[in-house]
């Protein structure tokens, strides 16, 4: 380009000179913006450079100028860098003119000028902006390693420039304004050379070329800009698309599915967020059927609809669960969807599912007509046509296989090692399930065996908490509290125990404060009844794993009959042989049967005699 202004060689050299002073004029301000933009980036690096961790707000705030520092470079040299050099370059070339004696021609000067504002700016700004985004890539990622996210305030500093902003700017300045510049020095290079040559033209001898380059021009100026704007739109526009979606998906909507109306790039990438959101949706439905899952009770009903979940998050035809009968040695469905059968049992050696059973390994087969394994008896009676089967065994806490699950028929090929992958995630949930189901039975059993002793004993129970309340009272309590259910339980023990039988408090803060069992025997309790009842009553403290104080039984004998029957026969005989025919059971006062031996003597005068003896 330069040489294409006919300088001489004092004026190269003019030239070399003014740039020593020219260049350092907008050099130096330039830095100073420079150090502006990054001061802030470069006070984090150096406490990075440190050893210390710096401020994840302070981080935040470096990496949006970080990233908005490309934009920036390029409004600097766009406004400042080219705009500056142009001004000086046109001032240095006059003054060197005035006192140097340079002779540059006026149309040097404006054609060099033109050149640094028009050619050299934009393209120095353009090529700043992407040199500058692809060296700070790896800064960037190291600042992320310090910081979580760009913090709300920060993020609408952000300057997000569009891929059409930057096509159209590389359209104008890179190709237009560059082919005007050339248009333009070409007609202008020509007039003055024929006119060196002593060829006088007039502007209608001129006309023709002036038309050929003008029509050339302003094709390649509309075309360029065509291309320019339809291919940043297409981009955009799949941009568009793409970004659209993401927010979507940001929002919580797992319905979005992009279709691809291109070859390109972004083909690839839909794909790619289609495969992402997919497996998103597949772990939110994976997660709100464990919510789901975890509030029911009925084991058939969650069986049934984890196998549901799995046929259709595994794009099957149906699923069957068979389980271990551990006293026939058979295999039985559970669970088995779309069978009219109400079961199918076979033996648990029998079949690829005997198979995966036996080995505790999962089989993924194709083909399960090729497999000699294959049970073929279940197809012919149930009428179906097995075309692929995924089968995995359930293997529960102890590390024992307890069943298998096993999904038939993937729609549109084989299983995957993704379906694989799925199907243990449920086959998991289905052990986890079985081993609750277990677990609730044992302590239900546990319960109602607790249940029928409490029911059936004569002495009455009461439980309290570690706050006195009365949780529980069986039927023998409440009939000698001769009081009803809902008057007892839920009541705090003060209420229940107060006036005459405070005693039994008395005896509730001992054994909590002391942790030793408490003994009454033959106390009263009244119970604002009209007759008291006698009772024998123990205290006993309920402890945890650790000892810690979880409340007390109370155990109670009613003894008032007993007390009754003693008082009556303390009328006809002395205390201890009452006690002793009492201690003696009903039985005793019965009488009894036994043989006797009665010895008859003659006393008389017996006292006379022993009389004189004496």
């Not at 802030?40 to 908005?68: C, E, F, H, Q, W």
């Not at 930057?166 to 007039?191: E, G, H, Q, R, W």
């Not at 289609?274 to 998103?280: E, I, R, S, Y």
């Not at 008395?506 to 106390?523: L, P, Y």
Request: net charge negative; hydrophobic share 45%.
């Amino acid at each position: 380009i330069f040489l294409g202004f006919d300088f001489a060689k004092r004026q190269w050299l003019d030239f070399l000179v003014l740039a020593v002073f020219i260049v350092p004029l907008y050099t130096i301000p330039d830095v100073y913006l420079i150090m502006r933009q990054i001061r802030r980036i470069a006070a984090v690096l150096k406490v990075i450079d440190s050893g210390a961790k710096p401020a994840s707000s302070d981080t935040s705030r470096a990496i949006v100028d970080m990233l908005n520092l490309p934009f920036h470079s390029f409004l600097r040299v766009t406004l400042f860098h080219g705009p500056s050099a142009a001004v000086l370059v046109a001032i240095g070339m006059a003054s060197a003119n005035h006192f140097l004696g340079s002779n540059w021609a006026t149309w040097q000067i404006v054609g060099l000028t033109a050149t640094v504002i028009f050619f050299a700016g934009p393209a120095h700004a353009i090529c700043e902006f992407f040199i500058i985004a692809t060296r700070m890539t790896p800064d960037v990622e190291m600042l992320w390693q310090y910081c979580d996210r760009i913090e709300p305030e920060h993020r609408r500093d952000l300057i997000a420039i569009r891929l059409k902003s930057k096509l159209l700017y590389m359209s104008i300045f890179v190709t237009l304004l560059p082919l005007v510049f050339l248009a333009a020095t070409v007609l202008f290079k020509t007039d003055l050379m024929l006119s060196g040559l002593g060829i006088e033209t007039s502007l209608e001898q001129m006309g023709p070329l002036l038309s050929w380059v003008a029509g050339v021009v302003v094709a390649c100026v509309i075309g360029v800009l065509a291309m320019s704007i339809l291919t940043a739109a297409e981009v955009s526009r799949s941009a568009s698309r793409l970004s659209l979606a993401m927010r979507a998906v940001e929002n919580g909507d797992l319905s979005v599915i992009l279709r691809a109306t291109t070859t390109d790039e972004y083909a690839e990438l839909y794909r790619g967020f289609n495969l992402m959101v997919g497996n998103l949706r597949e772990e939110a439905q994976i997660l709100a059927l464990s919510h789901d899952l975890a509030g029911e009770l009925d084991l058939d009903v969650l069986l049934a609809r984890i196998m549901h979940a799995t046929t259709e998050l595994l794009d099957a035809d149906r699923s069957t669960l068979f389980l271990h009968d551990r006293k026939t040695g058979e295999l039985f469905s559970r669970v088995a969807e779309g069978l009219s059968v109400k079961e199918i049992r076979f033996r648990s050696s029998a079949g690829i599912a005997g198979a995966v059973f036996s080995s505790g390994k999962t089989e993924n087969i194709a083909d399960p007509y090729h497999d000699p394994r294959f049970n073929k008896d279940v197809d012919r009676r149930t009428g179906y046509r097995t075309e692929s089967m995924l089968t995995m065994p359930i293997i529960n806490k102890a590390d024992v296989c307890i069943g298998v699950t096993q999904v038939l028929n993937k729609r549109g090929g084989k299983f995957t090692s993704r379906d694989e992958s799925r199907l243990g995630a449920f086959t998991a949930q289905i052990a986890v399930a079985l081993e609750n189901a277990k677990l609730f039975e044992d302590v239900l059993r546990e319960k109602n065996y607790n249940d029928s002793i409490l029911r059936s004993t004569s002495d009455g129970i009461v439980t309290l908490d570690a706050q006195d309340t009365i949780l529980t009272a069986n039927e023998a309590a409440l009939r000698i509290f001769e009081h009803a259910r809902e008057e007892v339980v839920n009541r705090p023990a003060g209420e229940f125990f107060k006036g005459d039988d405070v005693w039994v408090l008395q005896n509730i803060d001992k054994v909590r404060n002391g942790g030793n069992r408490e003994i009454t025997v033959g106390a009263e309790l009244k119970l604002d009844k009209k007759d008291p009842t006698s009772v024998n009553l123990a205290v006993n403290p309920l402890l945890d794993a650790e000892g810690e104080h979880l409340g007390s039984m109370i155990v109670l004998e009613d003894i008032t009959s007993e007390k009754r029957m003693k008082n009556t026969m303390a009328r006809y005989m002395s205390p201890a042989v009452a006690d002793q025919l009492l201690a003696g059971g009903e039985s005793v006062l019965g009488g009894k049967d036994q043989k006797v031996s009665i010895l008859f003597s003659d006393v008389r005068d017996f006292t006379t005699v022993s009389e004189a003896l004496g």
